[in-house]
């Protein structure tokens, strides 16, 4: 895997593997976590190197600090205002760098998990929202606050809006103001709310215990799942049905129905 340093003198992404599961840690605290084209970068690197790894079958993502990602790094950004085309190249960029990195999360093989601390905000909010699933500690906040200085998060919005009912998007949008992790979870954010001091455990525990299925199994079921989710109904069930096909094909699902019936542990090939 690589190495996530993107060039810089200490790591902006921490990279470790520990019980079949890639843990990717922001590491820009004094920073807020930004996200800088270069930790863009390293995260997308990560993510494609995980997706060819077969000894990783989960991913979290969490962050140093008491902020999880306070999104694009503003300081970098106003930086080239003084751009001969006012950023615009520049912007066009970054937002592309951005939009790769929350497109690779959901099309990555392995389910991510994002574990979030502190301040979720705009394409913080975004990272997190763009993971299968969140655990977030009791102080988490996320917001998608740029109405306030006259930047509507619409990027942000994707990832939101297909992680929560439109009008719940739709507010935190159009008011920028933060929901605490219990409103998250109830709108369908978050998946858990935790003690903050058991965080970090509490994901590490349901990323091994996604990794102990069968990891086929769990690969052809995110696929068709972000593959049905935006179709209408006839075209969701031809996309699920043949996933249900080609897994009950798969030698996992043999051996997973045969220790069902024998009243045994499975012993999962994952092919």
Known sequence: MPDGTAGAVAPILVLEDRDATAFLT???????????????????AALLGVAEDPAIRCVVIQAEGPVFCAGHDLKE????????????????DAMARCAAVMQAIP???????????????AAGCQLAAACDLVVASEEARFATPGVDIGLFCSTPAVSLSRAVPRKAAMEMLLTGEPIDAAEARRIGLVNRVVPAASLRAEAAALAVRIAGRSALAVQLGKRSFHRQAGLPLAEAYEVATAAMVENLLAEDAAEGIGAFVAKRRPEWRHR
């Open 26 to 44: 922001l590491n820009r605290p004094s920073a807020r976590n930004g996200l800088s084209v270069a930790l863009l970068d390293a995260l997308r």
């Open 107 to 121: 099309a990555l093989p392995q389910p991510v998990i994002a574990a979030v601390q502190g301040m979720a905000t």
């Open 77 to 92: 950004i106003t930086a080239h205002f003084a751009d001969p085309d006012g950023g615009r190249a520049f912007f066009a």
